[in-house]
């Protein structure tokens, strides 16, 4: 799916945001990435009216950038980090902390203490052993950290298997079968220095269904009545991760709020508890469809069985999804063609067989020179992106009412030369 604003002019022309590409791409040189500012204010007004701008975290993994996190917080959003890298990066680039939430899969006593000095509201705990470290830094901060204590659901959610954070044997979450989640429970509990506030889970990434995101609400519930159960807690808050999925079919974010609302009531109507408070970490489906990638042809080829690869002047170094994961990118022309159309596939410059980033598409006959655009490419590509086969990070453009706002420059030679030692 484009940004909405995606169109052709009457001259043929692909525009973002009334911007014309061909001349964006001029301007700031390509792989260029592009963002449509307005759609990304839309798509977090979405989720602010599913489920209240404050119980929404927008997961920076996706996209981390200066602009993002300041759009973030001017709209009374909060955001996730994983790691001290991306806590840093948030801190230093103003977001209040406050507002974060600190994930990871493991997290350095140096984050811990770093997130309990500066405030951090949430720190989303992913490990029995993590309790007693988070404790340790509140107390020498001199405050209380408030957590979340992160599950593993045992959850398909019917997602590429890489996508899949929560199915058995996953890395991430504390397992309930086996009592380690109850276990966390009372540890947090009983810590000095933290105040379980509730739950977490985030069942992966891309998903185009409803239907997992209920099952995965019952068995937050499901969780919460046992843990009340052995130990008196009742959550305030179970936040559901992210994962919705921007294929056009994939449910809407009112829509997967309101099957978690559906899925938890019973647990807490049954207590006569209340409901707690829904919240979500979306990043695919905030920055995914608003960004576009564009190329320059760099050349074709011929080979054994007729096919054309048409060479782009990037590739896995900027988009590394489709190597990774098959997540190819719908293309397009930067201008419509006549009549005449060919089947291509589109391959990177760089050097591994995997740097095909589309397979037999048909688009109209590219020229060397001419510009190509990867659609759905705003989430997982500037956050993802290599220096292989020493190749520049390109830049963020965001565009709005016909005006190109850059967000980041490209990177050089001169800034890796930088960090040479002994040269
Ligand atoms: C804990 C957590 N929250 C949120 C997200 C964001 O997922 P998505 O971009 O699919 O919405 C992720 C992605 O890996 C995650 O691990």
Redesign the pocket.
Known sequence: MPPLSFRYDAQGVACIAGARIPDLASAFGTPLYLYDEGELRTRLAQYAAAAGAGNVAY?S??LLIGRIAKLVAEEGMLL?V?GQGELEFALRVGFPPERILL?GVYKSFAALQRAAKEGVGRV?VDSMEEIAAIGKAAREAGRTQEVLI?LQLGIDPHTHPS?S?SVPLSQ?GITIEDGQALEAVRRALAEEGVALRGY?S?I???IEELEPFRRAAEALGDFAVHAHAGTNFWPEELDL????GIQPEAPAPLDVAQAARDGLAPFAADLGLPLPRLMF?????IVGPSGITVYRVAGRKKVGDGRTYLFVDGGMSDNPRPALYGAYPEMAAAREGGDETELVDVAGLHCETGDVLARGVRLPILQTGDFLLALDTG??NHSMASHYNRVPTPPVVFVQDGVARPATRRDSLADWLRFEVGI
């Open positions: 997961a993994k996706a996730d994983v994930h989303v992160r996508l954070t991430f977490h985030h992966g990434s891309a991760g992210g994962g919705l970490e979306p990043g695919r489906y989430a997982y």
